[in-house]
């Protein structure tokens, strides 16, 4: 019972961390598009001041620029060639990948528990053993789906179910372990991103800060 809890609060955090790094991810799209946006308008509204000394004729141009940097925080490398100025390089995993894996076994974890429950109230099982069956992420589905008293309409939704929760986790371990190249802004801490962990007969989601 304590290792289901553990799962189902594992589940609950990797959601949670999910929702936060796609809020972030929306929210650097954002700036860039606004950026690319409003560069014409930056242009057109850039003043230089020209100063003038008579004696030594010397013009001095200052351009006034945003307080705010409207560079990306991060770049896709070209291969064979160094950062830009004001940019290293660093590593991060594949993280639209591994959000959209949380984001479906989370989504048919969450509707297998339901289905259980729904299950449990129409044939009358005061012990909730469907509930049960559905706290157990991906092999949950599949065994209810298994019980001779679910109906064929009602087996194919839990194998249904049952899939989504083995791809979303098949995503979430391949977005997890696989790393990629980035060029990162330099005033960008390097990002926290989740490594996963396993080992003989465990695993797990370590994150730094």
């Known amino acids: 019972m304590r290792q289901i809890l553990g799962i189902s609060l594992s589940l609950f955090a990797l959601t949670i961390a999910a929702d936060a790094f796609a809020d972030e991810d929306e929210a650097t799209t954002g700036d860039e598009d606004a950026a690319e946006q409003e560069a014409p308008r930056k242009q057109k509204r850039k003043r230089r001041v020209v100063e003038e000394d008579d004696e030594a004729d010397e013009v001095v141009v200052v351009e006034r620029r945003g307080r705010r940097d409207r560079r990306p925080k991060r770049l896709p490398p070209t291969p064979g060639e160094r950062p830009p100025e004001g940019y290293v390089e660093s590593e991060s995993n594949l993280r639209g990948v ?105 695993a797990g989601v370590r994150m730094a800060f």
Not at 103 to 115: C, D, K, P, T
Not at 123 to 133: A, I, Q, R, S, V
């Open 98 to 202: 591994w959000i959209g894996g949380v984001s479906m076994l989370s989504a048919g974890y969450f509707v297998s528990i339901l289905g259980g429950g729904i299950a449990d109230a129409v044939e009358d099982h005061e012990d909730g053993k469907y509930l049960w069956y559905g706290l157990i992420p991906v092999a949950g589905p599949f065994v209810i789906a298994g019980h001779k008293e679910i109906e064929s309409g009602g087996k194919a939704v839990f194998i249904l179910l049952g899939a989504v929760e083995a791809a979303g986790l098949g995503m979430t371990i391949g977005g997890l372990a696989t790393k990629k190249k980035v060029w990162l802004r330099d005033d960008v801490a390097e990002p926290w991103d989740p490594e996963l962990r396993l080992g003989v007969g465990s």
